[in-house]
């Protein structure tokens, strides 16, 4: 059984950090890809970051060179570290994983989402 929890959103000033995590137990990495979205009000949920099977990442141009995506397998956790953040990263961060190549269409499974306020 595949459930995936996040943890780690809180409210911080612009140009702080945060990390936040995602409990992956039951989800077998090598099956696929897991990755993390955000949806501000209003807006569609929008693909941030992935990780492959092979451990390669990928991001998306809005958050490339700030937030890095990672994963302890031995923790059955995967982590975004979010750094320079912008008023504009205020979102509800959600954590999927799926089959490649991990973009929305392709999620099997979502987290509950954790809160991110940047002021």
């Known amino acids: 059984h595949v459930q995936l929890v996040e943890s780690g959103g809180e409210s911080v000033q612009a140009g702080g950090s945060l990390r936040l995590s995602c409990d992956t137990s039951?989800?077998?990495?090598?099956?696929?890809?897991a990755a993390w979205f955000r949806q501000a009000p209003g807006k569609a949920r929008e693909w941030i970051a992935a990780?492959?099977?092979?451990?390669?990442?990928s991001y998306a141009d809005s958050v490339k060179g700030r937030f890095t995506i990672s994963q302890d397998a031995a923790k059955n956790t995967m982590y975004l570290q979010m750094n320079s953040l912008k008023p504009e990263d205020t979102a509800m961060y959600y954590c999927?994983?799926?089959?490649?190549?991990?973009?929305?269409?392709?999620?099997?499974?979502w987290g509950q989402g954790t809160q991110v306020t940047v002021s």
């Open positions: 039951g989800y077998t990495f090598s099956r696929g890809c």
């Open positions: 990780l492959d099977s092979d451990g390669s990442p």
């Open positions: 999927a994983a799926g089959k490649r190549p991990c973009v929305l269409s392709y999620v099997d499974y």
